[in-house]
Structure formats: structure tokens, C-alpha cells
């Protein structure tokens, strides 16, 4: 028996797609994710699939939490974070060469704002401070 896909849709549900074979089955890969195009479609895969968009828009809120790059160079921001355990760890960044560095021996280095966020995430920041006042040292 033939089934038709709809390729277009897809696409537009989940992204550019890779299709392989193996064992005789066809398998489409989406973002990450495989999609046996044999299987039938049950209540059970309609599931796995609101499953999924559920944890993705759980993600897209967590993302948007943190907003966009809108700073300038030089911005600084300070943040805590504690991993899910019993110790926090105080962070600085600062936003120079277009790039975010930040202190901490195993923080992330040479930075797109992506990659802060997700360094933030990971380690459980709930809040961050644009840094606007410093006092000279020396």
C-alpha cells in the first residue's frame, strides 16, 4: 500500500527534513527528531508530537525571559546561578567585540547571546542585573 506524504506540511510543522532508510523502513528526520512515516497515525503519536510542541513552547518562554542582545558595548550584567544544588555561583559578563565574557573558570567564553542564555539557563539563573553604576578603584 502507498500513502501519500505531504512533504510541504512537513516542512512547515517541523522544519527542513532528512530522509533515510534502513532495514527496509523510511525514516524521516525533523529538527532533531525521527519520524517513521510507516507508522500509523494513533492517538499515541499525536500525543508524542503535542508532547513535544508543549516542551518547545516551555523553551520559547523560557528563551523569551531573557529577551534580546539590545545591549551596548561595555554593558555589563551580573547574575547568580546554582545548577539545581545547594551552592550559588556569582557571574559577571561583559559585552565587548560584539561577544559576552564572563567570569567563572568553567563559564562559557567568547559568547553569542544564544550561548549566554543557554549558559543561564543551565544553570538556573532567575534573575539579571544590568550593571549602571561603577566606582573608580584606583
Not at 62 to 88: I, Q, W
Not at 111 to 116: E, F
Amino acid at each position: 500500500m502507498h500513502e501519500h506524504i505531504d512533504l510541504a506540511r512537513i516542512y512547515a510543522d517541523f522544519g527542513p527534513i532528512g530522509v533515510s532508510r534502513s532495514g527496509g523502513r523510511l525514516s524521516m528526520h525533523a529538527s532533531g527528531t525521527a519520524v517513521d512515516v510507516n507508522a500509523p497515525v494513533t492517538v499515541s503519536r499525536v500525543q508524542a508530537i503535542q508532547n513535544r510542541l508543549a516542551e518547545l513552547e516551555a523553551e520559547l518562554a523560557e528563551l523569551a525571559r531573557f529577551g534580546s542582545d539590545d545591549y551596548e558595548e561595555g554593558a555589563v550584567l551580573t547574575f547568580k546561578g546554582d545548577y539545581n544544588g545547594p551552592k550559588t555561583y556569582a557571574y559577571a559578563a561583559i559585552k565587548a567585540g560584539g561577544k559576552w565574557h564572563l567570569t567563572g573558570g568553567k563559564a562559557v567564553q567568547h559568547a553569542t547571546w544564544d550561548q549566554l542564555v543557554e549558559f543561564m539557563r543551565k544553570a538556573n539563573v532567575r534573575k539579571v542585573k544590568l550593571v549602571t553604576e561603577t566606582s573608580r578603584v584606583v
